[in-house]
């Protein structure tokens, strides 16, 4: 891991974190530092698209790294450098996606350790329960 103190980040990232390999799926966020419950750890930024062409989008890649901020509005985030772009799923998760002035931002839903993957329940998808959940929490859903 690489010491927070050495981890560069943008002004609205407000934490430390780092992207390594994940235990849940491919990449993963990881925290640099330590995060106190509750606050924010940081958002991302992408292309801003609308809903139909992001929806095109996700059928066009493997890795889908899209959020609906409106009926009318996506933000692509497959050109992003934001780490929180590899924030996984997970069904007991320690972090929150929130949508707040159309910015996407992670906030810590218990301490989370340095070191620890920050997780999100990513809620309904666009895999309609046909993609298998790898978080494998106790309570695990099997599907997102």
């Known amino acids: ?3 927070a103190a050495t981890v560069a980040r943008p002004p609205y990232q407000k934490y430390a974190v780092v992207v390594q390999p994940s235990l849940i799926d491919g990449q993963g966020a990881f925290a640099a530092e330590a995060i106190p419950a509750r606050l ?3 958002e991302i930024r992408g292309e801003s698209i609308s809903v139909a062409d992001a929806r095109i989008r996700a059928t066009r890649h493997e890795r889908v790294m899209i959020v609906e901020i409106s009926a009318k ?3 692509d985030f497959h ?5 929180m772009r590899y924030t996984n ?3 007991r998760p320690n ?3 929130t949508i707040r002035a159309g910015r996407v931002e992670f906030y810590a839903l218990r301490p989370i350790m340095a070191g620890e993957e920050i997780t999100v329940n990513y809620g309904e998808t666009h895999h309609d329960g046909k993609l298998a959940c790898r978080c494998g929490t106790p309570g695990c ?3 997102l």
Do not use: E, N, V
């Open 141 to 143: 859903i099997g599907w």
């Open 1 to 3: 891991m690489t010491p």
């Open 79 to 83: 050109k992003s450098t934001d780490p």
């Open 89 to 91: 799923h997970s069904c």
């Open 40 to 42: 924010k750890i940081g």
């Open 95 to 97: 972090a929150r996606l």
């Open 73 to 75: 509005k996506a933000i």
